[in-house]
Protein backbone atom coordinates (compact mmCIF):
# COMPACT_ATOMS: atom_id res chain seq x y z
CA UNK A 1 0.00 0.00 0.00
CA UNK A 2 2.48 2.71 -1.55
CA UNK A 3 1.93 6.05 0.90
CA UNK A 4 2.00 9.69 -0.48
CA UNK A 5 3.52 13.08 0.34
CA UNK A 6 2.51 14.52 3.65
CA UNK A 7 0.86 17.54 3.29
CA UNK A 8 -2.28 18.50 1.53
CA UNK A 9 -2.51 15.34 -0.53
CA UNK A 10 -3.35 12.30 1.39
CA UNK A 11 -2.20 9.15 1.92
CA UNK A 12 -3.90 6.01 3.37
CA UNK A 13 -3.18 4.88 6.79
CA UNK A 14 -5.01 1.24 7.55
CA UNK A 15 -7.58 0.86 10.36
CA UNK A 16 -5.91 0.56 14.04
CA UNK A 17 -7.91 -0.97 16.57
CA UNK A 18 -6.83 -2.99 19.42
CA UNK A 19 -7.79 -6.57 18.44
CA UNK A 20 -6.67 -6.16 15.00
CA UNK A 21 -3.76 -3.41 15.37
CA UNK A 22 -1.04 -6.87 14.29
CA UNK A 23 -3.28 -7.54 11.02
CA UNK A 24 -4.02 -4.37 10.25
CA UNK A 25 -0.40 -2.90 10.15
CA UNK A 26 0.77 -6.23 8.31
CA UNK A 27 -0.71 -4.82 5.12
CA UNK A 28 0.78 -1.06 5.57
CA UNK A 29 4.23 -0.75 4.65
CA UNK A 30 6.97 -1.39 7.35
CA UNK A 31 8.56 1.80 7.15
CA UNK A 32 5.69 3.86 8.07
CA UNK A 33 4.70 1.61 11.03
CA UNK A 34 7.77 1.42 12.21
CA UNK A 35 8.13 5.81 12.14
CA UNK A 36 4.19 5.85 13.96
CA UNK A 37 4.79 3.33 16.17
CA UNK A 38 8.15 4.25 17.44
CA UNK A 39 8.83 7.80 17.19
CA UNK A 40 9.07 9.54 20.36
CA UNK A 41 6.79 11.76 19.88
CA UNK A 42 3.01 11.13 20.56
CA UNK A 43 1.03 10.42 17.41
CA UNK A 44 -2.36 9.64 16.85
CA UNK A 45 -5.31 9.68 14.03
CA UNK A 46 -8.71 11.07 14.29
CA UNK A 47 -12.16 11.21 12.10
CA UNK A 48 -13.68 14.73 13.10
CA UNK A 49 -13.30 14.92 16.89
CA UNK A 50 -12.76 10.61 17.25
CA UNK A 51 -9.74 9.14 17.59
CA UNK A 52 -9.07 6.25 15.68
CA UNK A 53 -5.26 5.14 16.40
CA UNK A 54 -2.57 5.93 18.51
CA UNK A 55 0.86 4.99 19.16
CA UNK A 56 2.74 3.70 21.78
CA UNK A 57 4.36 7.36 22.51
CA UNK A 58 1.31 9.38 23.20
CA UNK A 59 0.44 5.86 25.33
CA UNK A 60 2.80 6.49 27.61
CA UNK A 61 2.81 10.37 27.63
CA UNK A 62 -0.79 10.77 28.16
CA UNK A 63 -0.74 7.40 30.39
CA UNK A 64 -3.94 5.92 29.52
CA UNK A 65 -3.95 2.21 27.86
CA UNK A 66 -4.79 1.83 24.11
CA UNK A 67 -8.41 0.85 24.73
CA UNK A 68 -8.98 3.81 27.00
CA UNK A 69 -7.14 6.14 24.43
CA UNK A 70 -9.14 5.23 21.52
CA UNK A 71 -12.60 5.76 24.03
CA UNK A 72 -11.98 9.57 23.75
CA UNK A 73 -12.67 12.61 21.64
CA UNK A 74 -10.58 15.80 21.32
CA UNK A 75 -12.60 17.68 23.89
CA UNK A 76 -11.74 14.78 26.47
CA UNK A 77 -8.43 16.01 26.10
CA UNK A 78 -8.16 19.45 25.72
CA UNK A 79 -8.81 22.64 28.26
CA UNK A 80 -9.99 25.81 27.64
CA UNK A 81 -10.40 28.81 30.38
CA UNK A 82 -14.02 29.35 29.22
CA UNK A 83 -16.22 26.53 29.21
CA UNK A 84 -17.73 27.64 25.67
CA UNK A 85 -14.53 27.85 24.15
CA UNK A 86 -14.10 24.07 24.71
CA UNK A 87 -15.82 22.92 21.59
CA UNK A 88 -14.20 25.30 19.42
CA UNK A 89 -10.90 24.76 20.62
CA UNK A 90 -11.08 20.67 20.05
CA UNK A 91 -11.82 21.98 16.59
CA UNK A 92 -9.24 24.22 15.35
CA UNK A 93 -7.06 21.27 14.62
CA UNK A 94 -9.25 19.20 12.49
CA UNK A 95 -9.49 21.48 9.40
CA UNK A 96 -5.29 20.43 8.89
CA UNK A 97 -4.82 21.94 5.46
CA UNK A 98 -6.06 25.42 6.62
CA UNK A 99 -4.66 25.66 9.89
CA UNK A 100 -1.93 23.32 9.82
CA UNK A 101 -0.62 24.13 13.98
CA UNK A 102 -2.24 24.93 16.88
CA UNK A 103 -1.15 25.27 20.27
CA UNK A 104 -3.57 24.44 22.71
CA UNK A 105 -3.65 22.68 26.30
CA UNK A 106 -4.17 18.88 27.19
CA UNK A 107 -5.15 17.43 30.83
CA UNK A 108 -3.46 13.60 30.94
CA UNK A 109 -5.13 10.86 32.36
CA UNK A 110 -3.22 11.59 36.08
CA UNK A 111 -5.10 15.20 35.50
CA UNK A 112 -2.00 17.44 34.87
CA UNK A 113 -1.93 19.93 32.32
CA UNK A 114 0.78 20.11 29.61
CA UNK A 115 0.92 22.79 26.99
CA UNK A 116 1.16 21.19 23.45
CA UNK A 117 1.85 22.35 20.00
CA UNK A 118 -0.03 20.42 17.47
CA UNK A 119 0.67 19.47 14.12
CA UNK A 120 -1.59 18.21 11.93
CA UNK A 121 -1.58 16.77 8.41
CA UNK A 122 -4.47 15.50 6.06
CA UNK A 123 -4.32 11.68 5.10
CA UNK A 124 -7.17 8.85 4.06
CA UNK A 125 -8.59 6.62 7.01
CA UNK A 126 -10.30 3.56 5.97
CA UNK A 127 -11.60 5.46 2.90
CA UNK A 128 -12.25 8.25 4.76
CA UNK A 129 -10.91 11.71 5.37
CA UNK A 130 -9.00 12.17 8.50
CA UNK A 131 -6.31 13.86 10.11
CA UNK A 132 -2.69 12.69 11.65
CA UNK A 133 -2.18 14.67 14.67
CA UNK A 134 1.53 15.10 15.91
CA UNK A 135 2.09 16.32 19.86
CA UNK A 136 5.18 18.24 20.71
CA UNK A 137 5.07 19.03 24.89
CA UNK A 138 5.60 22.49 25.05
CA UNK A 139 5.06 23.02 28.69
CA UNK A 140 8.69 23.63 29.91
CA UNK A 141 9.24 25.54 26.74
CA UNK A 142 6.26 27.54 28.22
CA UNK A 143 7.15 28.20 31.60
CA UNK A 144 10.84 29.52 30.06
CA UNK A 145 8.72 31.79 28.02
CA UNK A 146 6.96 33.43 30.91
CA UNK A 147 9.89 33.41 33.08
CA UNK A 148 12.04 35.44 30.45
CA UNK A 149 9.14 37.48 29.61
CA UNK A 150 9.08 38.39 33.33
CA UNK A 151 12.56 39.09 32.93
CA UNK A 152 12.84 41.59 30.27
CA UNK A 153 9.50 43.29 31.69
CA UNK A 154 11.02 43.80 34.86
CA UNK A 155 14.56 44.74 33.90
CA UNK A 156 16.03 48.42 33.81
CA UNK A 157 18.00 47.65 30.94
CA UNK A 158 16.49 48.21 27.20
CA UNK A 159 16.52 44.52 26.00
CA UNK A 160 16.29 44.77 21.82
CA UNK A 161 16.13 41.86 19.26
CA UNK A 162 16.21 41.50 15.52
CA UNK A 163 16.25 38.98 12.96
CA UNK A 164 19.32 38.06 10.66
CA UNK A 165 17.64 40.85 7.63
CA UNK A 166 17.81 43.51 11.09
CA UNK A 167 14.18 43.21 11.41
CA UNK A 168 13.30 44.52 14.86
CA UNK A 169 11.41 41.26 16.49
CA UNK A 170 11.56 42.39 20.21
CA UNK A 171 10.91 45.22 22.54
CA UNK A 172 11.16 45.33 26.21
CA UNK A 173 9.24 47.69 28.64
CA UNK A 174 12.44 49.34 29.66
CA UNK A 175 12.87 49.86 25.82
CA UNK A 176 9.69 51.42 25.57
CA UNK A 177 11.09 53.87 28.53
CA UNK A 178 14.19 54.93 27.30
CA UNK A 179 13.59 55.18 23.41
CA UNK A 180 10.08 56.27 23.57
CA UNK A 181 8.94 54.24 21.43
CA UNK A 182 5.93 51.57 21.68
CA UNK A 183 6.57 48.45 20.48
CA UNK A 184 3.77 48.14 18.59
CA UNK A 185 5.48 51.47 16.95
CA UNK A 186 8.58 49.49 15.99
CA UNK A 187 8.29 45.68 15.50
CA UNK A 188 8.69 44.49 12.34
CA UNK A 189 10.62 48.11 11.13
CA UNK A 190 14.32 48.20 10.36
CA UNK A 191 16.94 48.87 12.93
CA UNK A 192 18.23 51.76 10.39
CA UNK A 193 14.38 53.16 10.48
CA UNK A 194 14.13 53.12 13.75
CA UNK A 195 17.03 53.96 15.69
CA UNK A 196 18.72 57.60 15.03
CA UNK A 197 22.41 56.91 16.39
CA UNK A 198 25.46 58.42 16.13
CA UNK A 199 28.51 56.18 17.50
CA UNK A 200 31.02 58.11 20.00
CA UNK A 201 33.99 54.56 19.57
CA UNK A 202 33.09 53.70 16.14
CA UNK A 203 31.21 54.95 12.67
CA UNK A 204 27.76 52.63 12.28
CA UNK A 205 28.70 51.17 9.56
CA UNK A 206 31.75 49.72 11.06
CA UNK A 207 29.72 48.80 14.14
CA UNK A 208 27.14 46.54 11.93
CA UNK A 209 30.54 44.96 10.31
CA UNK A 210 31.60 44.05 13.57
CA UNK A 211 28.89 42.72 14.78
CA UNK A 212 27.99 40.57 11.91
CA UNK A 213 31.20 39.15 11.36
CA UNK A 214 32.46 38.80 14.78
CA UNK A 215 28.75 38.07 16.44
CA UNK A 216 29.58 40.61 19.07
CA UNK A 217 29.25 44.36 19.36
CA UNK A 218 30.09 46.40 22.76
CA UNK A 219 30.16 50.64 22.75
CA UNK A 220 28.78 53.98 23.50
CA UNK A 221 26.25 55.65 21.07
CA UNK A 222 23.97 58.63 21.59
CA UNK A 223 20.10 58.39 20.68
CA UNK A 224 18.05 60.94 19.53
CA UNK A 225 14.65 60.57 20.63
CA UNK A 226 11.24 61.84 19.06
CA UNK A 227 11.04 64.50 21.33
CA UNK A 228 14.04 65.81 20.63
CA UNK A 229 16.33 64.46 23.59
CA UNK A 230 19.81 63.12 23.20
CA UNK A 231 20.57 60.58 25.79
CA UNK A 232 23.85 58.16 25.43
CA UNK A 233 23.53 54.69 25.66
CA UNK A 234 25.86 51.50 26.55
CA UNK A 235 25.07 48.83 24.07
CA UNK A 236 26.40 45.20 24.42
CA UNK A 237 25.13 43.51 21.20
CA UNK A 238 25.53 39.82 20.54
CA UNK A 239 24.50 37.38 17.48
CA UNK A 240 22.57 33.72 17.59
CA UNK A 241 24.04 31.72 15.31
CA UNK A 242 22.63 28.13 14.06
CA UNK A 243 24.48 24.93 13.88
CA UNK A 244 25.88 25.89 10.75
CA UNK A 245 27.26 28.90 11.75
CA UNK A 246 24.18 31.03 10.05
CA UNK A 247 23.26 34.39 12.40
CA UNK A 248 19.48 33.82 13.30
CA UNK A 249 19.32 36.98 14.70
CA UNK A 250 20.84 40.12 17.04
CA UNK A 251 20.03 40.70 20.26
CA UNK A 252 21.00 44.43 22.30
CA UNK A 253 21.09 44.99 26.48
CA UNK A 254 20.86 48.83 25.69
CA UNK A 255 21.66 50.60 29.19
CA UNK A 256 20.94 54.28 29.84
CA UNK A 257 23.81 56.17 31.00
CA UNK A 258 23.43 59.67 30.12
CA UNK A 259 23.33 61.18 34.12
CA UNK A 260 26.36 59.27 34.66
CA UNK A 261 28.02 60.71 31.37
CA UNK A 262 26.50 63.95 32.76
CA UNK A 263 27.87 63.41 36.13
CA UNK A 264 31.27 62.40 34.67
CA UNK A 265 31.71 65.59 32.60
CA UNK A 266 30.88 67.52 35.78
CA UNK A 267 33.49 65.61 37.56
CA UNK A 268 36.19 66.37 34.77
CA UNK A 269 35.37 69.78 34.52
CA UNK A 270 35.51 70.18 38.77
CA UNK A 271 38.61 68.52 38.78
CA UNK A 272 39.79 71.40 36.33
CA UNK A 273 38.69 73.92 38.12
CA UNK A 274 40.28 72.38 41.22
CA UNK A 275 43.64 72.04 39.32
CA UNK A 276 42.90 75.96 38.20
CA UNK A 277 42.46 76.98 41.74
CA UNK A 278 45.12 75.30 43.16
CA UNK A 279 47.48 77.11 40.65
CA UNK A 280 46.21 80.45 41.46
CA UNK A 281 46.52 79.68 45.02
CA UNK A 282 50.25 78.95 44.56
CA UNK A 283 50.72 81.70 42.22
CA UNK A 284 49.52 84.02 44.96
CA UNK A 285 51.89 82.54 47.46
CA UNK A 286 54.77 82.48 45.07
CA UNK A 287 53.75 86.14 44.23
CA UNK A 288 53.29 87.35 48.27
CA UNK A 289 56.84 85.15 49.10
CA UNK A 290 58.36 87.15 46.49
CA UNK A 291 57.25 90.63 46.68
CA UNK A 292 56.83 90.67 50.78
CA UNK A 293 59.49 87.89 52.31
CA UNK A 294 62.03 87.45 49.41
CA UNK A 295 62.03 91.41 49.21
CA UNK A 296 62.51 91.72 53.17
CA UNK A 297 65.08 88.70 53.42
CA UNK A 298 67.02 90.71 50.21
CA UNK A 299 67.29 94.10 52.34
CA UNK A 300 68.36 92.58 54.84
CA UNK A 301 71.03 90.59 53.31
CA UNK A 302 71.97 93.68 52.27
CA UNK A 303 72.01 95.56 55.38
CA UNK A 304 74.36 92.64 56.96
CA UNK A 305 76.92 93.41 54.19
CA UNK A 306 76.92 97.00 55.45
CA UNK A 307 77.16 96.45 58.34
CA UNK A 308 80.16 94.19 57.88
CA UNK A 309 81.64 97.10 56.19
CA UNK A 310 80.95 99.82 58.90
CA UNK A 311 83.85 101.08 59.93
CA UNK A 312 83.06 102.06 64.03
CA UNK A 313 80.38 100.48 66.43
CA UNK A 314 78.15 103.31 66.27
CA UNK A 315 77.22 103.00 62.78
CA UNK A 316 77.20 99.55 62.82
CA UNK A 317 74.51 99.90 65.75
CA UNK A 318 72.49 102.36 64.06
CA UNK A 319 71.62 99.74 60.83
CA UNK A 320 70.73 96.84 63.48
CA UNK A 321 67.01 98.90 63.81
CA UNK A 322 67.10 98.87 60.27
CA UNK A 323 67.38 95.41 60.31
CA UNK A 324 65.31 94.73 62.88
CA UNK A 325 62.26 95.93 61.61
CA UNK A 326 63.01 94.14 58.29
CA UNK A 327 63.35 90.83 60.01
CA UNK A 328 60.15 91.82 61.82
CA UNK A 329 57.82 92.41 58.77
CA UNK A 330 59.41 89.00 57.29
CA UNK A 331 58.23 87.23 60.00
CA UNK A 332 55.18 88.71 59.89
CA UNK A 333 54.40 88.36 56.32
CA UNK A 334 55.77 84.56 57.14
CA UNK A 335 52.76 83.82 59.85
CA UNK A 336 50.17 85.66 57.47
CA UNK A 337 50.93 83.04 54.87
CA UNK A 338 50.73 80.57 57.41
CA UNK A 339 47.76 81.74 58.78
CA UNK A 340 45.88 81.34 54.62
CA UNK A 341 47.21 77.77 54.64
CA UNK A 342 45.58 76.95 57.93
CA UNK A 343 45.11 79.15 60.85
CA UNK A 344 46.04 77.82 64.33
CA UNK A 345 43.18 79.76 65.69
CA UNK A 346 40.82 77.21 64.20
CA UNK A 347 42.32 74.41 65.79
CA UNK A 348 42.48 76.22 69.15
CA UNK A 349 39.82 78.29 69.56
CA UNK A 350 37.23 77.09 67.58
CA UNK A 351 35.17 78.45 64.27
CA UNK A 352 33.58 81.60 65.54
CA UNK A 353 36.80 83.15 67.22
CA UNK A 354 38.70 82.18 64.05
CA UNK A 355 35.79 84.36 62.50
CA UNK A 356 36.39 87.01 64.35
CA UNK A 357 40.30 86.90 63.68
CA UNK A 358 40.01 86.75 60.35
CA UNK A 359 37.38 89.70 59.90
CA UNK A 360 40.03 92.42 61.81
CA UNK A 361 42.57 90.69 59.24
CA UNK A 362 40.83 91.43 56.43
CA UNK A 363 39.57 94.97 57.29
CA UNK A 364 43.27 95.99 58.75
CA UNK A 365 44.58 94.88 55.40
CA UNK A 366 41.79 96.38 52.98
CA UNK A 367 40.62 99.17 54.70
CA UNK A 368 36.70 98.05 54.80
CA UNK A 369 34.56 97.23 57.66
CA UNK A 370 34.30 93.65 58.51
CA UNK A 371 31.35 92.93 61.24
CA UNK A 372 31.20 89.47 62.21
CA UNK A 373 28.34 88.67 64.83
CA UNK A 374 28.32 84.94 65.74
CA UNK A 375 24.96 83.59 67.72
CA UNK A 376 24.49 80.48 68.91
CA UNK A 377 26.44 77.70 71.55
CA UNK A 378 30.37 77.87 70.91
CA UNK A 379 30.52 74.23 72.71
CA UNK A 380 30.38 71.51 72.02
CA UNK A 381 33.17 71.91 69.44
CA UNK A 382 31.06 71.55 65.52
CA UNK A 383 33.33 68.73 63.64
CA UNK A 384 36.66 69.39 62.27
CA UNK A 385 35.48 69.06 58.31
CA UNK A 386 32.63 71.24 59.00
CA UNK A 387 34.44 73.93 60.76
CA UNK A 388 37.37 74.02 58.10
CA UNK A 389 34.81 74.17 55.48
CA UNK A 390 32.38 77.33 56.81
CA UNK A 391 35.85 79.02 57.76
CA UNK A 392 37.24 78.30 54.20
CA UNK A 393 33.91 79.64 52.68
CA UNK A 394 34.16 82.54 54.97
CA UNK A 395 37.90 83.17 53.52
CA UNK A 396 37.31 82.88 49.66
CA UNK A 397 34.18 85.22 50.31
CA UNK A 398 36.05 88.19 51.69
CA UNK A 399 39.02 87.55 49.43
CA UNK A 400 36.49 87.92 46.21
CA UNK A 401 35.09 90.81 47.77
CA UNK A 402 38.62 91.95 48.49
CA UNK A 403 39.67 91.45 45.38
CA UNK A 404 36.51 92.22 42.92
CA UNK A 405 33.82 94.37 44.65
CA UNK A 406 35.32 97.28 46.40
CA UNK A 407 33.14 97.12 49.42
CA UNK A 408 32.62 99.99 52.17
CA UNK A 409 31.44 97.10 54.41
CA UNK A 410 31.27 93.36 54.91
CA UNK A 411 28.71 91.59 57.46
CA UNK A 412 29.68 88.11 58.53
CA UNK A 413 26.86 86.26 60.19
CA UNK A 414 27.50 82.73 61.84
CA UNK A 415 24.15 80.98 63.26
CA UNK A 416 24.07 77.83 65.07
CA UNK A 417 21.25 75.95 66.59
CA UNK A 418 20.74 72.49 67.56
CA UNK A 419 19.91 71.37 64.23
CA UNK A 420 21.84 73.54 61.47
CA UNK A 421 24.51 76.14 60.81
CA UNK A 422 24.55 78.85 59.15
CA UNK A 423 26.90 81.12 57.94
CA UNK A 424 25.80 84.18 55.55
CA UNK A 425 28.42 86.89 54.04
CA UNK A 426 26.90 89.63 52.92
CA UNK A 427 28.97 92.77 50.98
CA UNK A 428 27.63 96.42 49.50
CA UNK A 429 30.14 96.41 46.49
CA UNK A 430 30.18 96.15 42.84
CA UNK A 431 28.21 92.74 42.78
CA UNK A 432 28.39 90.66 39.53
CA UNK A 433 26.17 88.94 36.64
CA UNK A 434 26.05 85.09 37.00
CA UNK A 435 25.74 84.76 33.30
CA UNK A 436 29.32 86.82 32.66
CA UNK A 437 32.14 84.07 31.19
CA UNK A 438 34.11 82.12 33.63
CA UNK A 439 35.93 84.46 35.76
CA UNK A 440 38.89 83.94 39.16
CA UNK A 441 35.66 85.18 41.25
CA UNK A 442 33.53 82.18 39.80
CA UNK A 443 35.85 79.19 39.94
CA UNK A 444 36.15 80.32 43.75
CA UNK A 445 31.93 80.24 44.47
CA UNK A 446 32.55 76.58 42.56
CA UNK A 447 35.26 75.80 45.17
CA UNK A 448 32.87 77.01 47.77
CA UNK A 449 30.16 75.40 46.83
CA UNK A 450 32.13 71.61 46.95
CA UNK A 451 33.30 72.60 50.32
CA UNK A 452 30.07 72.98 51.21
CA UNK A 453 28.55 69.83 49.82
CA UNK A 454 31.17 67.91 50.63
CA UNK A 455 30.00 68.20 54.70
CA UNK A 456 26.50 67.65 53.46
CA UNK A 457 25.29 71.60 53.71
CA UNK A 458 24.72 74.00 50.47
CA UNK A 459 25.50 76.83 49.53
CA UNK A 460 23.71 79.77 47.53
CA UNK A 461 24.79 83.24 45.71
CA UNK A 462 22.65 86.14 45.49
CA UNK A 463 24.60 89.06 43.48
CA UNK A 464 23.28 92.08 41.39
CA UNK A 465 25.72 94.07 39.74
CA UNK A 466 26.00 97.52 41.50
CA UNK A 467 24.06 96.14 44.78
CA UNK A 468 26.33 93.61 46.19
CA UNK A 469 27.12 89.95 46.83
CA UNK A 470 25.60 88.07 49.29
CA UNK A 471 26.73 84.38 49.90
CA UNK A 472 24.81 82.14 52.46
CA UNK A 473 25.73 78.39 53.71
CA UNK A 474 23.87 75.82 55.25
CA UNK A 475 25.03 73.00 57.01
CA UNK A 476 22.17 70.46 58.70
CA UNK A 477 24.16 68.86 61.90
CA UNK A 478 21.96 65.78 61.40
CA UNK A 479 24.02 65.26 57.98
CA UNK A 480 27.52 66.10 59.51
CA UNK A 481 29.97 64.49 61.05
CA UNK A 482 30.43 63.21 64.68
CA UNK A 483 31.23 66.21 67.03
CA UNK A 484 34.44 66.57 68.21
CA UNK A 485 35.07 66.14 71.87
Request: aromatic share 6%.
Amino acid sequence: MPLASIGTSAFTIPPMTDETIENEWSDAEAAFRRLFEETRRPMWVREGLNIVAVNRAGLLHYGYSREDFLALTLGDLVVTEEPGEKESAARSPTKAVEHPRAFLRHRRKDGSLIDVEVTSFAVTFRGLPASLDSILDVTDRRKTEAYLDLLLATVTDAVVACDENLILTGWNTAAEAIFGKRADEVLGQPVALVFRTSFLDAERAEAIRRLVETGRFRGELTYRRDDGRSIHIESHAAALFDNAGKPLGYFTVNRDITERSYADEAVRSLLKEVLTAQELERRRIARELHDETAQALTSLLVGLRAIEESQDLRQALGGTNALRGLVSAALEGVRRISRGLRPSVLDDLGLQEALERLGVEVSRANGFVVDVHATGARLPRLPEAVETALYRVAQEALTNASKHGSPKAVSVLFHRNPTEVRLVIEDDGKGFNGSEPRSEKQLGLVGMRERAYLVGGSLTVESTPGQGTTVCVRVPLSRAAPISP
